[in-house]
């Protein structure tokens, strides 16, 4: 037997024999050299248009065309009308440590160009078959080189506009093992959507376009608005939620727009720090943003931002990371003071309450849900169902889907699930068709007593429910007296976990109905959002959720769970793509059903702060017992605590 003390050290026996056998040091070969280079600055197509474009705005380009084939795996075209090269300096533009954007060492400390490492695009024409086609405009031609798998042909006259044009085919084609590596055209695309992104909101006074096979994705037109490129990137709803912001502090001058609290993600991946116009990552300020708005966003959700960080140069240390993407600040604490004090104070002299969307606020039959008038009709409703009137009425099912969407009545048989309830609102009857309800209990009469709710969930015949007495206090918790003593529930929580188990079931076995929107609503997202979501449209269409791609960051919404009518397409969809997001890129589709039927439960719950009237708070209690666990809801809260008959009595020494 080997004792522990013996395997170290044999193992340190083993580890010096491998030494031993271990060839001599060797200086490598520079094609591998910037196969090492080129591993650390291209990891996929993203990285590549990162860099060419980052070229073309140091050479002053006005507009900047990207094109890419197959997620930019085949082909990333670059096309500027910037500066251009010299002919005879072509050979030394994709050479190592060549660059014309730093002459001493101390320009390190004061780069003002988006790229001065010289090796960008020596790192690409290593690992794909590149060409660089470039044209001074006060030269009458260009010149042409190509360069394969590192190796640089002779430089051709040719023709063409002034600027640049830089091909980069089949990336990787020498380097198997990396290319490998590579995921879905999907994938990568949204890689290089989020990328021209990022480029684009730091110079939104440059034209970009991006088109992917032959496809029109982006057409940004030059603006010196930033507010219109973010409305262009993810739309006019979250554009109208920013603020603008400004401060200067000494030479530093922070500026830009940030998201009301009322706008807030699952995931930081929404805040665009730039620093002179290069995007950044940086721990110190996303924390700086997130102490901002403490106290304003839920626990897990993070801001959403669009600054840009102007200061001197030699403040800021940009060669800390192989890609730029993290720098180093002379003062960083300054920086972070700047950036919570900015937001603070802004915070503080802004009405941050909540705006309810109009639009979203309209109800499923036309009637603002914020009119009075409509609010009664739906209590009254509600109490009509309470009191059984409901039951004789025409059944969901004889209701064609078009009308299902907008009949009133039908939908409000099925509140017996216990609908949805927007904050603010009165509380929203399902629109659940009858046909959700399985045959068995259907075919039962006798288990639909007149006070009782005709649900999926409804209580077995065999089993006694003694009408419950229930108050509803801080509008959040629910007091009922129940045979063995006092039960105190949080309104949320029960209904949280009831709706979660009826959507499993009809998604177990295959009934969960989906409502087609008569005409498909278009979604804008993050251009990686909704590449995220193309991937996983097999499983969302599982739950009821049929999306398209638009193209870029846009996604057609063409049906969604019925259950979730009355949020709006947008709102769903946002919902669907956090978990999705936070969950990383290759959950297991079990858990990520699990995941978003949970997300789907929640968002349909009524709300803590919800105001409930008698019958909302007995048809609640009522269904306490349909869920076969309620005692703890889908996050693991505990949904009711329970005070015994036997307890109270001890506390009250009655015993
Ligand atoms: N689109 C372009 N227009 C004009 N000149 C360009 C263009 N692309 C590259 N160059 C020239 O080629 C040189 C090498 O480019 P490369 O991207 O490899 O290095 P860099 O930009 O200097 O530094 P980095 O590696 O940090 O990007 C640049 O310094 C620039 O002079
Ligand atoms: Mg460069």
């Known amino acids: 037997m080997v004792s522990g003390g013996d395997r170290v050290a044999s193992d340190a026996a083993n580890f010096l024999i491998s030494c031993d056998l271990m060839p001599s040091i060797r200086l490598l070969p520079p094609s591998v050299v910037n196969k090492i280079a080129a591993?650390?600055?291209?990891?996929r197509p993203a990285s590549v248009l990162k860099e060419l474009v980052e070229n073309a705005l140091d050479a002053g380009a006005r507009r900047v065309d990207v094109t890419v084939e197959q997620g930019g795996v085949d082909l990333v075209r670059v096309v500027d009308d910037g500066g251009g090269i010299a002919p005879d300096e072509l050979p030394l533009a994709v050479a190592t440590h060549a660059t014309s954007k730093l002459e001493t060492a101390d320009d390190l400390f004061r780069v003002r160009t988006l790229g001065f490492r010289g090796e960008?695009?020596?790192?690409?024409?290593e690992v794909s078959r590149f060409s660089l086609r470039s044209r001074q405009p006060d030269r009458p031609a260009g010149a042409l080189l190509e360069v394969v798998g590192g190796q640089a042909g002779p430089v051709e006259p040719c023709g063409g506009p002034p600027g640049t044009c830089v091909e980069v085919r089949n990336?990787?084609?020498?380097?198997p093992v990396r290319r490998k590596f590579l995921r879905s055209t999907q994938t990568e695309m949204g890689h290089i959507s989020e990328s021209l992104t990022r480029l684009a909101l730091a110079r939104s006074d440059v034209h970009f376009t991006l088109r992917h096979n032959e496809r029109l994705i982006y057409d940004l037109p030059a603006?010196?608005?930033?507010?219109?490129?973010?409305?262009?990137?993810f739309g006019r709803e979250l554009a109208d939620d920013l603020l603008a912001v400004e401060s200067c502090d000494g030479p530093n001058r922070l500026v830009g727009w940030v998201a009301r609290p009322s706008q807030s993600r699952a995931h930081p991946r929404m805040q665009y720090l730039f620093l002179n116009g290069r995007h950044i990552r940086d721990r110190a300020l996303q924390h700086a943003l997130g102490e901002a708005y403490r106290g304003l966003l839920l626990t897990g959700r993070y801001p959403i931002c669009f600054l840009n960080l102007e200061m001197p140069p030699d403040e800021v240390d940009v060669n800390v990371h192989p890609t730029k993407l993290e720098v180093r600040f002379q003062d960083g604490g300054r920086i972070y003071s700047q950036l919570l004090g900015t937001l603070r104070t802004k915070f503080l002299s802004t009405d941050l309450t909540h705006r309810l969307d109009p639009a979203g606020a309209a109800g499923s039959d036309g009637a603002s849900e914020h009119d009075p008038e409509h609010a009664a009709k739906l209590r009254s409703e509600l109490v009509d169902w309470a009191k059984g009137q409901l039951a004789a009425r025409t059944p969901a099912s004889a209701v064609s889907e078009p009308e299902a969407a907008t009949a009133v009545a039908p939908a409000r048989q099925a509140v017996l699930d216990l609908g949805v309830r927007l904050p603010g609102r009165p509380l929203e009857l399902n629109p659940v068709p009858r046909e959700w309800l399985p045959p068995a209990a259907e075919s039962r009469p006798e288990v639909a007593p007149s006070n009782s709710p005709p649900s999926a969930f409804r209580v077995p015949p065999s089993a006694s429910v003694a009408p419950v007495r229930a108050l509803?206090?801080?509008?959040?918790?629910?007091?009922?007296e129940s045979d063995e003593g006092v039960l105190v529930i949080d309104q949320?929580?029960?209904?949280?976990?009831?709706?979660?188990?009826?959507?499993?079931?009809?998604?177990?076995?295959?009934?969960?109905?989906?409502?087609?929107?008569?005409?498909?609503?278009a979604v804008d997202l993050s251009a990686a959002d909704a590449s995220l979501l193309m991937e996983h449209r097999e499983t969302l269409a599982k739950l009821g959720v049929q999306i398209e791609s638009l193209g870029g960051s846009t996604i057609l919404v063409s049906s969604y769970p019925a259950m979730l009518a009355k949020l709006s397409p947008v709102e769903i969809v946002r919902a669907v793509v956090e978990p999705l997001a936070a969950?990383?890129?290759?959950?297991?589709?079990?858990?990520?059903?699990?995941?978003?039927?949970?997300?789907?439960?929640?968002?349909?719950a009524i709300k803590a702060g919800d105001r409930l009237t008698d019958e909302e708070v007995t048809a609640l209690v009522e269904q306490r017992h349909l869920a076969q666990d309620t005692h703890h809801c889908p996050h693991g809260r505990p949904t009711a605590l329970v005070f015994t008959r036997d307890d109270l009595d001890r506390q009250f020494k009655r015993i």
């Not at 591993?39 to 990891?43: A, K, L, N, R, S």
């Not at 949320?492 to 009934?511: D, K, M, P």
């Not at 969950?583 to 059903?593: H, L, N, S, V, Y």
């Open 223 to 233: 603006s010196n608005d930033l507010l219109a490129r973010v409305a262009l990137f």
């Open 171 to 175: 990336l990787f084609f020498n380097t």
């Open 120 to 125: 960008a695009l020596a790192s690409i024409a």
């Open 472 to 480: 509803q206090i801080h509008d959040r918790y629910l007091v009922a």
């Open 583 to 604: 969950a990383g890129r290759t959950p297991e589709r079990r858990d990520m059903i699990d995941e978003l039927l949970h997300m789907m439960s929640c968002k349909a």
């Open 492 to 521: 949320h929580a029960l209904h949280e976990r009831i709706l979660y188990e009826q959507f499993r079931e009809r998604v177990l076995s295959g009934a969960l109905e989906s409502q087609n929107l008569l005409i498909p609503e």
């Open 39 to 43: 591993g650390e600055v291209i990891e």
